[in-house]
T-cell receptor, first 111, second 109 residues
Framework: NAGVTQTPKFRVLKTGQSMTLLCAQD?????MYWYRQDPGMGLRLIHY???????AKGEVPDGYNVSRLKKQNFLLGLESAAPSQTSVYFC??????????FGEGSRLTVL | TQLLEQSPQFLSIQEGENLTVYCNSS?????LQWYRQEPGEGPVLLVT?????EVKKLKRLTFQFGDARKDSSLHITAAQTGDTGLYLC?????????FGTGTSLTVIP
Protein backbone atom coordinates (compact mmCIF):
# COMPACT_ATOMS: atom_id res chain seq x y z
CA ASN A 1 0.00 0.00 0.00
CA ALA A 2 2.76 2.43 -1.04
CA GLY A 3 0.75 5.38 -2.48
CA VAL A 4 3.28 8.13 -3.22
CA THR A 5 6.95 7.45 -2.56
CA GLN A 6 9.69 10.08 -2.60
CA THR A 7 13.44 9.50 -2.71
CA PRO A 8 15.69 10.57 -1.16
CA LYS A 9 14.14 11.69 2.12
CA PHE A 10 17.13 13.80 3.12
CA ARG A 11 19.91 15.42 1.13
CA VAL A 12 22.60 18.00 1.77
CA LEU A 13 24.09 19.82 -1.23
CA LYS A 14 26.72 22.45 -1.74
CA THR A 15 25.86 25.55 -3.73
CA GLY A 16 26.13 24.82 -7.43
CA GLN A 17 25.66 21.07 -7.20
CA SER A 18 22.86 19.30 -9.04
CA MET A 19 20.44 16.63 -7.93
CA THR A 20 17.20 14.88 -8.83
CA LEU A 21 14.27 14.06 -6.58
CA LEU A 22 12.22 11.06 -7.62
CA CYS A 23 8.49 10.66 -7.04
CA ALA A 24 6.67 7.40 -7.77
CA GLN A 25 2.94 6.69 -7.42
CA ASP A 26 1.16 3.36 -7.76
CA UNK A 27 -2.43 4.65 -8.03
CA UNK A 28 -2.47 5.16 -11.79
CA UNK A 29 -3.11 8.89 -11.28
CA UNK A 30 -2.94 11.24 -14.24
CA UNK A 31 -1.96 14.36 -12.31
CA MET A 32 1.28 14.80 -10.41
CA TYR A 33 2.67 17.83 -8.61
CA TRP A 34 5.84 19.08 -6.95
CA TYR A 35 5.46 21.54 -4.06
CA ARG A 36 7.93 23.18 -1.74
CA GLN A 37 7.03 23.96 1.86
CA ASP A 38 8.67 26.78 3.77
CA PRO A 39 7.75 28.10 7.25
CA GLY A 40 4.79 30.48 7.17
CA MET A 41 4.24 30.05 3.43
CA GLY A 42 2.21 26.87 3.19
CA LEU A 43 2.79 24.81 0.05
CA ARG A 44 3.84 26.48 -3.18
CA LEU A 45 3.53 24.73 -6.52
CA ILE A 46 6.78 24.34 -8.46
CA HIS A 47 5.74 22.28 -11.51
CA TYR A 48 2.96 19.90 -12.32
CA UNK A 49 1.97 17.33 -14.93
CA UNK A 50 -1.45 16.43 -16.30
CA UNK A 51 -0.27 13.22 -17.92
CA UNK A 52 2.66 11.20 -19.21
CA UNK A 53 4.97 13.32 -21.34
CA UNK A 54 3.47 16.65 -20.23
CA UNK A 55 4.71 19.22 -17.73
CA ALA A 56 3.75 22.78 -16.81
CA LYS A 57 5.08 25.58 -14.60
CA GLY A 58 3.54 26.41 -11.27
CA GLU A 59 3.97 29.42 -8.99
CA VAL A 60 7.72 29.10 -8.29
CA PRO A 61 9.36 27.22 -11.21
CA ASP A 62 12.65 29.10 -11.48
CA GLY A 63 15.73 26.97 -10.81
CA TYR A 64 13.85 23.69 -11.23
CA ASN A 65 13.14 21.32 -14.10
CA VAL A 66 10.84 18.31 -14.27
CA SER A 67 10.19 15.30 -16.43
CA ARG A 68 7.38 12.75 -16.66
CA LEU A 69 8.60 10.06 -19.01
CA LYS A 70 6.47 7.39 -17.33
CA LYS A 71 2.97 7.88 -15.92
CA GLN A 72 3.96 6.64 -12.48
CA ASN A 73 7.10 8.79 -12.10
CA PHE A 74 7.65 12.53 -11.78
CA LEU A 75 11.21 13.79 -11.42
CA LEU A 76 12.26 17.16 -10.03
CA GLY A 77 15.74 18.39 -10.93
CA LEU A 78 17.92 21.15 -9.56
CA GLU A 79 20.67 21.98 -12.06
CA SER A 80 22.64 24.38 -9.87
CA ALA A 81 21.45 24.40 -6.27
CA ALA A 82 21.23 27.67 -4.33
CA PRO A 83 20.71 28.24 -0.58
CA SER A 84 17.27 29.69 -1.37
CA GLN A 85 16.25 26.19 -2.48
CA THR A 86 16.69 24.83 1.03
CA SER A 87 13.21 23.53 1.77
CA VAL A 88 11.02 20.50 2.23
CA TYR A 89 9.77 19.20 -1.11
CA PHE A 90 6.51 17.32 -1.44
CA CYS A 91 5.27 15.30 -4.37
CA UNK A 92 1.55 14.70 -4.75
CA UNK A 93 -0.72 12.91 -7.18
CA UNK A 94 -4.39 13.18 -7.96
CA UNK A 95 -6.93 11.13 -9.84
CA UNK A 96 -10.65 11.41 -10.51
CA UNK A 97 -11.67 12.02 -6.89
CA UNK A 98 -9.97 15.43 -6.74
CA UNK A 99 -8.03 14.47 -3.63
CA UNK A 100 -4.30 15.10 -3.43
CA UNK A 101 -2.20 12.23 -2.10
CA PHE A 102 1.16 13.32 -0.77
CA GLY A 103 4.48 11.65 -0.24
CA GLU A 104 6.33 11.97 3.05
CA GLY A 105 8.55 14.78 1.81
CA SER A 106 12.21 15.26 0.94
CA ARG A 107 14.22 17.61 3.11
CA LEU A 108 16.90 19.42 1.13
CA THR A 109 19.60 21.62 2.61
CA VAL A 110 21.84 23.70 0.34
CA LEU A 111 24.98 25.01 2.00
CA THR B 1 1.49 35.51 -4.87
CA GLN B 2 -0.33 33.78 -2.02
CA LEU B 3 -3.93 33.40 -3.06
CA LEU B 4 -5.18 32.12 0.29
CA GLU B 5 -4.45 33.64 3.68
CA GLN B 6 -5.06 31.67 6.86
CA SER B 7 -5.49 33.04 10.35
CA PRO B 8 -4.24 32.66 12.91
CA GLN B 9 -0.81 31.42 11.84
CA PHE B 10 -0.17 29.86 15.25
CA LEU B 11 -2.66 28.72 17.88
CA SER B 12 -1.96 27.17 21.27
CA ILE B 13 -4.93 26.14 23.39
CA GLN B 14 -5.82 23.95 26.33
CA GLU B 15 -7.46 20.58 25.81
CA GLY B 16 -11.24 20.95 25.85
CA GLU B 17 -11.33 24.47 24.39
CA ASN B 18 -12.98 25.41 21.11
CA LEU B 19 -11.22 27.11 18.20
CA THR B 20 -11.83 28.45 14.72
CA VAL B 21 -9.37 28.74 11.85
CA TYR B 22 -10.07 30.99 8.88
CA CYS B 23 -9.09 30.75 5.24
CA ASN B 24 -9.66 33.83 3.09
CA SER B 25 -9.11 34.63 -0.55
CA SER B 26 -10.04 37.23 -3.14
CA UNK B 27 -10.42 34.46 -5.72
CA UNK B 28 -13.38 32.19 -6.36
CA UNK B 29 -12.75 28.46 -6.33
CA UNK B 30 -14.78 25.53 -7.60
CA UNK B 31 -14.21 23.81 -4.27
CA LEU B 32 -12.13 24.17 -1.15
CA GLN B 33 -10.29 21.50 0.75
CA TRP B 34 -8.82 21.22 4.24
CA TYR B 35 -5.74 19.12 4.92
CA ARG B 36 -4.00 18.20 8.16
CA GLN B 37 -0.27 17.62 8.33
CA GLU B 38 1.70 16.00 11.13
CA PRO B 39 5.46 16.50 11.59
CA GLY B 40 7.54 14.51 9.13
CA GLU B 41 4.55 13.55 7.01
CA GLY B 42 2.67 14.85 4.01
CA PRO B 43 -0.73 16.55 4.32
CA VAL B 44 -3.82 14.34 4.46
CA LEU B 45 -7.22 15.41 3.18
CA LEU B 46 -9.89 16.07 5.83
CA VAL B 47 -12.77 17.39 3.75
CA THR B 48 -13.83 18.95 0.46
CA UNK B 49 -16.59 21.57 0.36
CA UNK B 50 -18.12 22.39 -2.99
CA UNK B 51 -21.29 24.47 -2.65
CA UNK B 52 -21.36 28.08 -1.41
CA UNK B 53 -22.72 28.10 2.14
CA GLU B 54 -22.07 24.38 2.58
CA VAL B 55 -21.41 23.09 6.08
CA LYS B 56 -19.81 19.70 6.72
CA LYS B 57 -19.24 18.01 10.05
CA LEU B 58 -16.68 15.36 10.83
CA LYS B 59 -17.12 14.39 14.48
CA ARG B 60 -15.83 17.46 16.41
CA LEU B 61 -14.73 19.32 13.26
CA THR B 62 -17.11 21.64 11.39
CA PHE B 63 -16.16 23.05 8.00
CA GLN B 64 -17.97 25.89 6.26
CA PHE B 65 -17.61 27.25 2.73
CA GLY B 66 -18.47 30.91 2.26
CA ASP B 67 -21.48 31.89 0.21
CA ALA B 68 -19.27 33.49 -2.45
CA ARG B 69 -16.93 30.45 -2.50
CA LYS B 70 -13.93 32.59 -1.60
CA ASP B 71 -13.43 31.73 2.04
CA SER B 72 -13.83 28.93 4.53
CA SER B 73 -13.59 28.19 8.21
CA LEU B 74 -12.72 25.19 10.34
CA HIS B 75 -14.18 24.97 13.83
CA ILE B 76 -12.99 22.38 16.35
CA THR B 77 -15.11 21.68 19.40
CA ALA B 78 -13.50 20.41 22.61
CA ALA B 79 -9.99 20.13 21.18
CA GLN B 80 -7.94 17.07 21.98
CA THR B 81 -4.17 16.58 21.98
CA GLY B 82 -4.57 14.42 18.89
CA ASP B 83 -5.79 17.50 16.99
CA THR B 84 -2.29 18.99 17.16
CA GLY B 85 -0.89 19.60 13.69
CA LEU B 86 -0.67 21.97 10.75
CA TYR B 87 -3.99 22.73 9.08
CA LEU B 88 -3.91 23.80 5.45
CA CYS B 89 -6.74 25.02 3.28
CA UNK B 90 -6.53 24.58 -0.48
CA UNK B 91 -8.59 26.26 -3.17
CA UNK B 92 -9.28 24.07 -6.17
CA UNK B 93 -9.49 25.50 -9.68
CA UNK B 94 -9.54 22.87 -12.42
CA UNK B 95 -6.58 20.58 -11.80
CA UNK B 96 -4.72 23.19 -9.73
CA UNK B 97 -4.61 23.28 -5.94
CA UNK B 98 -3.67 26.59 -4.27
CA PHE B 99 -2.65 26.21 -0.65
CA GLY B 100 -3.07 28.64 2.20
CA THR B 101 -0.30 29.79 4.51
CA GLY B 102 -1.22 27.22 7.17
CA THR B 103 -2.29 27.27 10.83
CA SER B 104 -0.11 25.46 13.33
CA LEU B 105 -2.29 24.17 16.18
CA THR B 106 -0.93 22.93 19.49
CA VAL B 107 -3.34 21.44 22.00
CA ILE B 108 -1.91 21.36 25.50
CA PRO B 109 -3.05 18.57 27.85
Amino acid sequence: NAGVTQTPKFRVLKTGQSMTLLCAQDMNHEYMYWYRQDPGMGLRLIHYSVGEGTTAKGEVPDGYNVSRLKKQNFLLGLESAAPSQTSVYFCASSGNTGELFFGEGSRLTVL
Amino acid sequence: TQLLEQSPQFLSIQEGENLTVYCNSSSVFSSLQWYRQEPGEGPVLLVTVVTGGEVKKLKRLTFQFGDARKDSSLHITAAQTGDTGLYLCAGVAGNQFYFGTGTSLTVIP
